[in-house]
């Protein structure tokens, strides 16, 4: 059907580029069969988001973005606070340590 679409549409150019008049009406139904054609063609064209290979584009893009999320989740309620809490234990056990020192020698 699409190249008989095709040879008909490619027939009503070359008519319009030579500037005929139609006179015949087969001629008239033959361009008004076309219009009709390519416009159900145009109503009825079943549009795709993505390709294939954008579609597995898109995928990795959503994993990275997903995986970098629940990171960032994990840093802030678990590893950060670990390690602020680590450090303010490690420096209040040297302040006690320094503080026993000082008074063994005095």
Known sequence: ??????????????????????????EILCCKTIFLIVYLQRKTKVHTMFDFDQYLGFLA?????????WLMIFLLTFAVPYWVVGSALEHFKEKRDAKKAKAEQA
Request: hydrophobic residues 45%; without cysteine.
């Open 1 to 26: 059907m699409g190249s008989i679409v095709t040879q008909i549409y490619t027939n009503f150019l070359n008519i319009k580029k030579t500037n005929r008049i139609l006179k015949d009406k087969s």
């Open 61 to 69: 893009f959503l994993s990275i973005l997903t995986l970098g999320f």
